[in-house]
């Protein structure tokens, strides 16, 4: 089990490290990326978001989750 969720938590390590060097850097600082703007974009911070960072997301959820899993299987 030890080592499933070792080899799971680098193949999700290196997918993190490869997307996010694959982004292209958004022009709003900080409110572009925590969906500052007007209130009539229309839809949430979800809807405008494209794939990439949804898949950006997901992949640090996963992170994140594994790596509590691993300190409570030790």
């Not at 938590?9 to 900080?30: A, N």
Request: charged share 10%; aromatic share 8%.
């Amino acid at each position: 089990m030890k080592i499933l969720l070792g080899v799971l938590h680098l193949l999700v390590c290196f997918s993190l490290v490869g997307i996010i060097l694959s982004q292209h850097r958004k022009e709003g600082g900080f409110t572009g990326s925590f969906g500052g703007g007007s209130q009539s974009d229309g839809g949430g911070v979800w809807h405008r978001m494209n794939t990439v960072t949804k898949i950006t997301w997901g992949l640090l959820a996963a992170f994140m989750v594994l790596s509590v899993l691993q300190v409570v299987v030790r």
